[in-house]
């Protein structure tokens, strides 16, 4: 079974441009989520997907960070302008399901993002 | 809110050696809990996890328990390996409050010597 797939995997970009992140989680899927990690901290949930609805974006920094998942499949994550503090390793994840099961996350390997 | 309070790194060891990560949490409602690892230049990848109290959680030599009365659930291995090297997480979901959601630690880096 081919796993949750993150491009690119590296990016550096110039503050007050724009990047933009891609995600395919493991097939069959329902829940897809996109965490952003820190240097030296836990990652930190940014948006979560059902399907191609939002269930959770209360963390997303909505002024300059947009994601959609169209079809219920892939998603991207957006940030437009980028600041300095963006700098960090965002991390997709997927799960059958979310709520009373307790189904296990899968991550994908990250996108590492540098902003100068 | 919730939260996931775990033991400041970098630890450590020798091979063959004890190990123990403390992990303590904060939740309003009946989380499960997990500790997640991340391996150098990989994703993160669910090492075990419990849902319930008195739950022990274990995998590949590790093990965890689900204790209510102390909001513990601290990270055991008896002899670690080299290859045990990566960054340890632990986490809870508050499926009630949260769907499903993670909320992670700050991690725990360990290193194993040979």
């Known amino acids: 079974e081919a796993g949750v797939a993150q491009s690119p995997r590296y990016k550096i970009i110039e503050k007050r441009q724009s990047v933009a992140f891609w995600c395919n989680p493991i097939s069959g899927h329902a829940t897809l989520y996109w965490y952003q990690q820190i240097l030296g901290q836990g990652p930190k949930l940014l948006i979560q997907f059902q399907n191609n609805g939002v269930v959770d974006d209360s963390q997303l920094p909505k002024d300059r960070f947009s994601a959609e998942r169209l079809k219920g499949v892939d998603s991207t994550l957006k940030i437009q302008p980028a600041k300095l503090e963006d700098s960090a390793v965002y991390l997709c994840a997927s799960s059958l399901d979310s709520g009373q099961g307790a189904y296990e996350q899968y991550f994908g390997p990250g996108t590492r993002l540098t902003v100068t | ?114």
Request: hydrophobic share 30%; with cysteine.
């Open chain 2, 1 to 114: 809110g919730n939260s996931v309070t775990q033991m400041e790194g970098p630890v450590t060891l020798s091979e063959e050696a004890f190990l123990t990560i403390n992990c303590t949490y904060t939740a309003t409602g009946y989380p499960s809990l997990f500790w997640y690892v991340q391996y150098p230049g990989e994703g993160l990848q669910l090492l075990l996890k419990a849902t319930k109290a008195d739950d022990k959680g274990s995998n590949k030599g590790f093990e965890a328990t689900y204790r209510k009365e102390t909001t513990s659930f601290h990270l055991e291995k008896g002899s670690v390996q080299v290859s045990d090297s990566a960054v340890y997480f632990c986490a809870l979901s508050d499926l009630w409050g949260s769907q499903g959601n993670l909320i992670f630690g700050k991690g725990t880096k360990l290193s194993v010597k040979p």
